[in-house]
């Protein structure tokens, strides 16, 4: 078993910058997950995929939207994946999420095998 808990979220004025982590603990076999990714959902809307990170770190992939402001990372050592937010914009404004997969990069929400519970990022005007 795997968790999963996120940090970094909060409130920060349009054009502005916050980091959020994942930090990945448990029992068993937590260096084997291969893909790692950040999801969101804003009020009112589906949640969605916003980008994803190979085990080596090696491949990145991100959503149209936040391609070019966002960056994802990970420090396998210490068992955590990073998401820098910059350029931040009022419709980044979403609970995020992170969530693992064993077997590939975690794109789809319902294929992945862990989830975490979600940090809120507001991002005003």
């Known amino acids: 078993q795997v968790q999963l808990v996120e940090s970094g979220g909060g409130l920060v004025q349009a054009g502005g910058s916050l980091r959020l982590s994942c930090a990945a603990s448990g029992s068993g076999r937590t260096f084997s997950i291969y893909g790692m990714g950040w999801f969101r959902q804003a009020p009112g809307k589906e949640r969605e995929f916003v980008a994803t990170?190979?085990?080596?770190?090696?491949?990145?992939y991100y959503a149209d939207s936040v391609k070019g402001r966002f960056t994802i990372s990970r420090d396998n050592a210490k068992n955590t994946v990073y998401l820098q937010m910059n350029s931040l914009k009022p419709e980044d404004t979403a609970v995020y999420y992170c969530a693992a997969d064993r077997f590939q990069e975690a794109r789809i929400w319902e294929s992945c095998d862990y989830w975490g519970q979600g940090t809120q990022v507001t991002v005003s005007s």
């Open positions: 990170i190979s085990w080596s770190g090696g491949k990145t």
